[in-house]
């Protein structure tokens, strides 16, 4: 990424999103627009939802993550994206509350964050040569009232993603490189995680890295969201 690229996404960025520990908070928001929180802790999903030039406040939810017993992996993305949203709606009453959750899986088995570089590597020599499909869960909580649309919106979209097949001293390098410890799947394809990737399939590109932008469009038009305003 070059440097002025770079300096325009980081003064979107901090023009965008907004958190609880600053002077910009609930009560200062427009009152044009409803009051629109990000359940999540995530980066890589504030620069994201950053793009719809939307003023938004991103709040960690802190819940349980942990699969339940016998729990496929679409049913755990899904569950988890309700609850983050349920979670920060019942703290702020009134707002429009986005959640989102992401599951990887080979062979219907899931596949976390590795944490750590011996994890990572193990996953990607496990997924070289191979298909991985991401569930990418999108939950939009409306906590008006009344509710300008569909109290609550849900959808898992699908990402396949098929990895090249490379030797062990590529993944070790690349790991070492970019160093992709928080990500399921231990690649970003937003980075240079895209160069370990053959194929990428969806109909929402944004889903692979964390926040399906097609199908929250969608869903805050039917919220009666505006776009656009000047």
Known sequence: MNCKLQRARSTQLATYIRHLHSPFTLSTMSTTTPTLILSSSSAYRQQLLARLQLPFLAIAPNIDETPLPSETPPATALRLAQAKAQTIAARHPGALVIGSDQVATLDDQQIGKPGHHAAALAQLQMMRGRSVIFHTALCLFD????????????????????????????????????????????????????????????????????????????????????????
């Open 143 to 230: 906590g008006r009232t009344p509710t300008a649309g569909p109290p609550l919106q849900l959808e898992n979209v699908q990402v396949e993603v098929k990895f090249r097949d490379l030797p062990d001293h590529e993944l070790d390098a690349y790991l070492r490189k970019e160093q992709p410890y928080d990500c399921a799947g231990s690649a970003k394809n937003e980075g240079l995680g895209i160069a370990i990737l053959e194929h990428i399939q969806s109909s929402d590109p944004s889903a692979l890295t964390g926040l399906p932008l097609i199908a929250l469009c969608s869903m805050l038009r039917k919220a009666q969201v505006p776009f656009f305003q000047l």
